[in-house]
């Protein structure tokens, strides 16, 4: 069965750099598959932040592109989430998924999710 | 605001049908086949309930399904559970600059 978990910091001071780590399990990342980074500020609504081909090819939100670094470790089948120069607006629950083998979705495996305060 | 436009809320009955719609424009929904929608309950991770516009994956009971028409797709839910009651997304892919693009989602209550 495939499973995703997020890890890393709950709180961030504002203009520092946002660090989680995405764990697959039940699933090679290197099997083809695209993996992802989504959002949920509270209240509010979903938010793509980028998604990464096993092959390290990456692809960013627009919006977010300047800020975003999404990389992959093979050995540990992790895929990993840099934010910098974080604000307030940042806070939000960070999801990781699984993509579609084609890139035609964005998940159909979702981690639990980690939520992520901005704060001093 | 989001780039694509779901209803804040819709709501049925136990055993009714509601359909959610979508709207985009041309260079999202109504230029590609590569709209999903996803089924939140709260306190939750969303869960994939359909993609490439109507095809729903593994598990996922045929009463959801998925249709596209021009720059809207809809996702209709029938004979209506308790369970159903959520927060559901609809996302598509908007070219290879934007990439991809979330509904601000709508509250499905079962009356």
């Known amino acids: 069965q495939v499973q995703l978990q997020e890890s890393g910091p709950g709180l961030v001071k504002p203009s520092e750099t946002l660090s989680l780590t995405c764990t697959v399990s039940g699933c090679s990342i290197s099997s083809g598959y695209y993996w992802g980074w989504i959002r949920q500020p509270p209240g509010k609504g979903l938010e793509w932040i980028g998604s990464?081909?096993?092959?390290?090819?990456?692809y960013y939100n627009p919006s977010l592109q300047s800020r975003v670094t999404i990389s992959v470790d093979t050995s540990k089948n992790q895929f990993s989430l840099k934010l910098s120069s974080v604000t307030a607006a940042d806070t939000a629950v960070y999801y990781c998924?699984?993509?579609?083998?084609?890139?035609?979705?964005?998940?159909?495996?979702w981690g639990q999710g980690t939520p992520v305060t901005v704060s001093s | 605001q989001s780039a694509l436009t779901q209803p804040r809320s819709v709501s049925g009955s136990p055993g009714q049908s509601v359909t959610i719609s979508c709207t985009g424009t041309s260079s999202d929904i109504g230029g590609y086949n590569y709209v999903s929608w996803h089924q939140q309950h709260p306190g939750k991770a969303p869960k994939l309930m359909i993609y490439d516009v109507s095809k729903r994956p593994s598990g996922v009971p045929d009463r959801f399904s998925g249709s596209k028409s021009g720059n809207t797709a809809s996702l209709t839910i029938s004979g209506l559970q308790a369970d159903d009651e959520a927060d559901y997304y609809c996302?598509?892919?908007?070219?290879?600059?934007?990439?991809?693009?979330f509904g601000g989602g709508t509250k499905l209550t079962v009356l």
């Open positions: 990464i081909y096993h092959s390290g090819s990456t």
């Open positions: 996302c598509s892919y908007a070219g290879s600059y934007t990439f991809w693009v």
């Open positions: 998924a699984r993509g579609g083998l084609t890139g035609n979705y964005l998940g159909d495996y």
